[in-house]
């Protein structure tokens, strides 16, 4: 079965310094991923996706994040934290063929020191 | 542009109570997921509809739960009779097939089940 692993629970970064979110997935072919934020009390909102060519995905918030078939990996990063980017991050994989049946990690929770 | 709007946004009930959960989804969009979240079990899809049919309800928990959508722009998620074990947030999401699948999620209806 598909699944989704985000290995780290909490992760805490100094406002200003680099960020990377780790996301690891099983799926045998080409899978459909995504990258999500969920602030305190809100919905999820879609940062970046990735569904198929170049393996370096843009997204909003000045994410972006790189899709590595070889390490089954698809890691988000972001070059300077923000204090409002603290929340927690879920990375999900489409079932299947699936584009719209998501399987999400357990989620990563962002702590952002000033 | 309005986003999903859900509601309640809170509610706490008593055990046996019968729950009904509201969705509005966005404008345009042909298709609408309920989720479920829990601190056990994350993220969950139970029911995903398209052009207001159920397509896919292998994730509705059991019988107690029943999901409908009569027209474009609303769906309902019942559950009746309530258990605590039912206390969660459920968000309800819309996506348009033809924009690359994202979906885009509201702010959740978050449910305490006494």
Known sequence: ?114 | DAGVIQSPRHEVTEMGQEVTLRCKPISGHNSLFWYRQTMMRGLELLIYFNNNVPIDDSGMPEDRFSAKMPNASFSTLKIQPSEPRDSAVYFCASSRLDSGNTIYFGEGSWLTVV
């Open chain 1, 1 to 114: 079965a598909q699944s989704v692993t985000q290995p780290d629970i909490h992760i805490t970064v100094s406002e200003g310094a680099s960020l990377e979110l780790r996301c690891n997935y099983s799926y045998g072919a080409t899978p459909y991923l995504f990258w999500y934020v969920q602030s305190p009390g809100q919905g999820l909102q879609l940062l970046l996706k990735y569904f198929s060519g170049d393996t370096l995905v843009q997204g909003i918030k000045g994410f972006e994040a790189e899709f590595k078939r070889s390490q089954s990996s698809f890691n988000l990063r972001k070059p300077s934290v923000h204090w409002s980017d603290a929340a927690e991050y879920f990375c999900a994989v489409g079932e299947g063929d699936s584009s719209y049946k998501l399987i999400f990690g357990s989620g990563t929770r962002l702590l952002v020191r000033p």
